[in-house]
């Protein structure tokens, strides 16, 4: 029988809390009347609601369906979701991983970074809670309850380092954990998201399903921002073959088959000359494999324009 409260943290003061890899196991989550408390969820859960807590440091692993945070402020969140949503906060600062687009509700001074965060279990609970380290739409946030001449919402400084926010645990228990807050190492690639881009020049390079896609993937954007591209965004989507057209135009027809076999994995990476780094790379490091790569600066933009496009509205659907 589960009993709700080893799925509760309730009206905490000044502790450090949190459940390690295992013990949340896909269960419902609570957290409520907190002040001054780390609470550290280190597993993957179904939802979780964070209501009137003050000046909390939050670390939340993946969780298959919602966050919401109701009347909370001052606090500052590691969160991976499906859904992130908040209503009547203020002043929290989010390292988010979020599937789908983030709402925020009669919220102020609200401000957003990309996920970056590693343990060795992590990986398999994005698993367990259906979740696609490609698909982070972390910037993409909609107000609906926006105020004409303020914006409720902004991004995290680019240099924003997540320790400074939420701090690795102290306490002994927790301390178990092998945590990794390095940018490099993070599970989640960390992208540039709605940020202004440094150059003109895009690349979509576009890998297909199989063993290796995920460290296929993994290794390109490795080697491209090891030298100085940026990572704008990524994307895990099935595509049919009218998609295909849409998206690949003539190269299309002998992608198709290759779509069967389960979704693509889609990075846009960004800067001077990365369409022919970006070739040359796969080129070099992939020559087995197939992998879509855009063929000139002129049809980039096009390309990630394209694809996007498309895998928005599939992700809409």
Same mark, same amino acid.
């Given at each position: 029988?589960?009993?709700?409260?080893?799925?509760?943290?309730?009206?905490?003061?000044?502790?450090?809390?949190?459940?390690?890899?295992?013990?949340?196991?896909?269960?419902?989550?609570?957290?409520?009347?907190?002040? !001054?408390?780390?609470?550290?969820?280190?597993?993957?859960?179904?939802?979780?609601?964070?209501?009137?807590?003050?000046?909390?440091?939050?670390?939340?692993?993946?969780?298959?369906?919602?966050?919401?945070?109701?009347?909370?402020?001052?606090?500052?969140?590691?969160?991976?979701?499906?859904?992130?949503?908040?209503?009547?906060?203020?002043?929290?600062?989010?390292?988010?991983?979020?599937? #789908?687009?983030?709402?925020?509700?009669? &919220?102020?001074?609200?401000?957003?970074?990309?996920?970056?965060?590693?343990?060795?279990?992590?990986?398999?609970?994005?698993?367990?809670?259906?979740? &696609?380290?490609?698909?982070?739409?972390?910037?993409?946030?909609?107000?609906?309850?926006?105020?004409?001449? !303020?914006?409720?919402?902004?991004?995290?400084?680019? !240099?924003?380092?997540?320790?400074?926010?939420?701090?690795?645990?102290? &306490?002994?228990?927790?301390?178990?954990?092998?945590?990794?807050?390095?940018?490099?190492?993070?599970?989640?690639?960390?992208?540039?998201?709605?940020?202004?881009?440094? &150059?003109?020049?895009?690349?979509?390079?576009?890998?297909?399903?199989?063993?290796?896609?995920?460290?296929?993937?993994?290794?390109?954007?490795?080697?491209?921002?090891?030298?100085?591209?940026?990572?704008?965004?990524?994307?895990?989507?099935?595509?049919?073959?009218?998609?295909?057209?849409?998206?690949?135009?003539?190269?299309?027809?002998?992608?198709?088959?290759?779509?069967?076999?389960?979704?693509?994995?889609?990075?846009?990476?960004?800067?001077?000359?990365?369409?022919?780094?970006?070739?040359?790379?796969?080129?070099? #490091?992939?020559?087995?494999?197939?992998?879509?790569?855009?063929?000139?600066?002129?049809?980039?933009?096009?390309?990630?324009? !394209?694809?996007?496009?498309?895998?928005?509205?599939?992700?809409?659907?």
């Amino acid at each position: 029988q589960i009993d709700p409260k080893d799925y509760t943290f309730s009206g905490l003061k000044d502790q450090t809390v949190g459940r390690l890899p295992g013990k949340v196991a896909g269960q419902q989550f609570v957290i409520q009347d907190c002040e !001054n408390c780390y609470i550290y969820i280190f597993d993957h859960s179904a939802t979780i609601t964070i209501d009137d807590c003050i000046n909390c440091q939050i670390f939340l692993g993946p969780i298959k369906g919602s966050v919401f945070f109701r009347d909370c402020k001052d606090c500052k969140c590691i969160v991976a979701c499906q859904q992130f949503r908040t209503r009547d906060c203020r002043k929290l600062e989010v390292f988010l991983c979020c599937a #789908t687009q983030p709402i925020i509700e009669s &919220s102020t001074g609200m401000k957003f970074g990309c996920f970056q965060y590693y343990y060795p279990e992590l990986a398999l609970q994005f698993k367990d809670a259906g979740l &696609s380290i490609f698909n982070n739409t972390w910037s993409n946030i909609h107000d609906f309850t926006p105020v004409s001449g !303020n914006n409720n919402w902004d991004l995290l400084p680019e !240099n924003a380092v997540v320790q400074d926010y939420v701090p690795l645990p102290s &306490s002994e228990e927790l301390k178990a954990v092998r945590i990794s807050t390095d940018a490099a190492k993070s599970i989640i690639p960390v992208t540039r998201g709605r940020r202004e881009k440094s &150059s003109d020049e895009s690349c979509l390079a576009v890998f297909f399903a199989g063993d290796y896609t995920v460290a296929n993937a993994r290794k390109l954007i490795d080697e491209m921002t090891g030298k100085g591209f940026q990572l704008v965004q990524t994307k895990e989507v099935l595509m049919k073959a009218e998609d295909a057209h849409r998206v690949f135009k003539h190269c299309a027809l002998e992608l198709i088959p290759l779509l069967e076999k389960g979704p693509v994995v889609a990075l846009e990476f960004n800067g001077d000359g990365a369409v022919e780094r970006c070739r040359s790379t796969v080129n070099d #490091t992939f020559s087995g494999t197939k992998v879509f790569v855009s063929e000139s600066k002129a049809s980039a933009s096009q390309d990630v324009d !394209n694809f996007y496009n498309f895998a928005d509205m599939q992700m809409g659907m």
